[in-house]
């Protein structure tokens, strides 16, 4: 049976995936496609092997580090366009450092009010599919506007220009952890050999911000305000969660 929904799951850090994120995908993966991007030479055999063995209809594939996890979004995109597959929805989760408190409230947050159960995901996508308001879905705690720096600044708008959007209203959800039509995305980025092409503007410096995978943060969320579409704020793990 063809499944409309594709989760696009980024694996950097191994434990984050196995302890936080893997739990939630369970929790769905029988109804949606699953798609897993590890990085070369970070990703030990051992530890995919384990991860192909709990998730066995995942289609695995591996990228290289720079661009982080918009490298990894960008490669799995890459192959759904490349075999043909189509769907309504793409959910984008990517491992995230649980070194500190704010990584670990970053994940639980965005996971909880995107996956965080199936009446939490059905309702995010019946706001983006049935309504005319959503095109996107993510954690209110991160939905967010504007910059930190002006390279990143710079960056956003040079990605912008060269997919021809024209609105400079940058509203996105920080952590680039979300669920958002498919057709927006694919309206921008199903064009041969564009991927490739940005792909090529990616490094791996270190930087905590102005980063081209920063910008590529904002960006996913300003194509959807392009299309005259809002980001639907989802907040129903917030509301019983005060910590």
């Known amino acids: 049976m063809k499944k409309d929904t594709a989760f696009l799951i980024h694996v950097f850090y191994e434990s984050a995936f196995m302890n ?39 289609v695995v594939v591996f990228s290289e580090n720079p661009g982080r996890d918009i490298r990894g979004y960008m490669n799995m995109l890459s192959y759904i366009y490349k075999n043909q597959k189509a769907y309504q929805n793409y959910v984008f989760i990517h491992t995230k450092t649980q070194a500190d408190y704010f990584g670990q409230r970053c ?3 965005l996971l909880e009010n995107t996956v965080g159960s199936t009446q939490i995901l059905s309702r995010c996508l019946k706001e983006i599919q049935e309504g005319t308001k959503y095109g996107m879905a993510g954690s209110q705690e991160f939905l967010t506007k504007g910059f930190w720096t002006e390279e990143e600044r710079a960056k956003t ?14 509203t996105f959800i920080a952590g680039t952890m979300f669920i958002v039509r498919a057709s927006i995305i694919d309206k921008h ?9 940005f792909s ?11 980063g081209w995978h920063h910008a590529w943060e904002r960006v996913f969320g300003t194509l959807v305000i392009e299309e005259g579409l809002e980001i639907y704020p989802s907040n129903q793990f917030a509301r019983k969660d005060n910590s």
């Not at 893997?22 to 092997?49: R, T």
């Not at 708008?157 to 940058?170: M, Q, W």
């Not at 064009?191 to 092409?197: F, H, M, Q, R």
């Not at 090529?200 to 102005?210: L, R």
């Open 20 to 58: 936080v994120i893997a739990p939630y995908v369970e929790k769905h993966v029988n109804d949606i496609d699953l798609y897993i991007n590890f990085v070369k030479d970070k990703n030990s055999e051992s530890f995919v092997n384990l991860v192909k063995e709990r998730f066995p209809s995942a």
């Open 189 to 197: 980025l199903r064009k041969e050999n564009l991927i490739e092409e």
């Open 200 to 210: 090529k503007d990616f490094e791996e410096n270190g930087i905590k911000h102005s």
């Open 157 to 170: 708008f040079d990605v912008l220009a060269r997919l021809d959007v024209k609105t400079r209203d940058v």
């Open 107 to 109: 994940l639980r947050y």
